[in-house]
């Protein structure tokens, strides 16, 4: 079954300085990984994905991925957090059927402090 | 940029009722998907619909659930007779031929 987990319920970290959340997964076959964000009272809004290539994954406002296969991780990254970033951060793996639903980890609250 | 829109923002309903929740995916999509978020709880897959069939559903999506497009815009989702576990915020997704599945500000539902 595919799965991806968020150890860190919360992430703390202050404006200007690199933050980092944390993914792991466990997938048969080959991973196809995604990253959302959740601001206060809406929907999820995507952020970038990785399917094939490169290991670096660049998206949205800033926001890039590192996919490392050995290590079964596709933590979040940007290198000058804003305040604004602060949000509910979930990873998600996509199933391999037709469907292609997602499964979700639990989330990450991102905090940025000023 | 075009997006997936969800009506209503906000449904309370009495245990027991019937509800309807509606979607409108991007025009160009052709995988549709319910999702919910139980507060505090990660967000969960409910059911997949594509070509006007269930595609696939998650146990959480049993015979209470059922999923329609009654035309070629719309996409619902009826819950026959609301129990108190249903509150959630409900959200609804599309997606194309790609992998990236696009999501709707969702609709929270609240059953007394």
């Known amino acids: 079954a595919q799965s991806v987990a968020q150890p860190e319920d919360q992430v703390n970290v202050a404006e200007g300085n690199p933050l980092t959340v944390k993914c792991t997964y466990s997938?048969?076959?080959?991973?196809?990984l995604f990253w959302y964000v959740q601001y206060p009272n809406r929907g999820l809004q995507f952020l970038l994905k990785y399917i094939t290539g490169d290991n670096l994954v660049k998206g949205s406002y800033g926001f890039e991925a590192e996919f490392n296969k050995s290590q079964t991780s596709f933590h979040l990254k940007k290198p000058s957090a804003l305040v604004s970033d602060s949000a509910l951060y979930f990873c998600a793996v996509r199933h391999s059927g037709s469907a292609r639903q997602l499964t979700f980890g639990s989330g990450t609250q991102l905090t940025v402090l000023p | 940029e075009p997006e997936v829109t969800q009506t209503p923002s906000h449904q309370v309903t009495q245990m027991g009722q019937e509800v309807i929740l509606r979607c409108v995916p991007i025009?160009?999509?052709?995988?549709f998907y319910w999702y919910r978020q139980i507060l505090g709880q990660k967000v969960e897959f409910l059911v997949s619909f594509y070509n006007n069939e269930i595609s696939e559903k998650s146990e959480i999506f049993d015979d209470q659930f059922s999923v329609e497009r009654p035309d070629g815009s719309n996409f619902t989702l009826k819950i026959r007779s609301t129990k108190l576990e249903d509150s959630a915020m409900y959200f609804c997704?599309?997606?194309?031929?790609?992998?990236?599945?696009?999501f709707g500000p969702g609709t929270r539902l609240t059953v007394l």
């Open positions: 997938v048969s076959g080959n991973p196809y």
């Open positions: 025009s160009n999509h052709l995988y």
């Open positions: 997704a599309s997606r194309g031929q790609e992998d990236t599945q696009y």
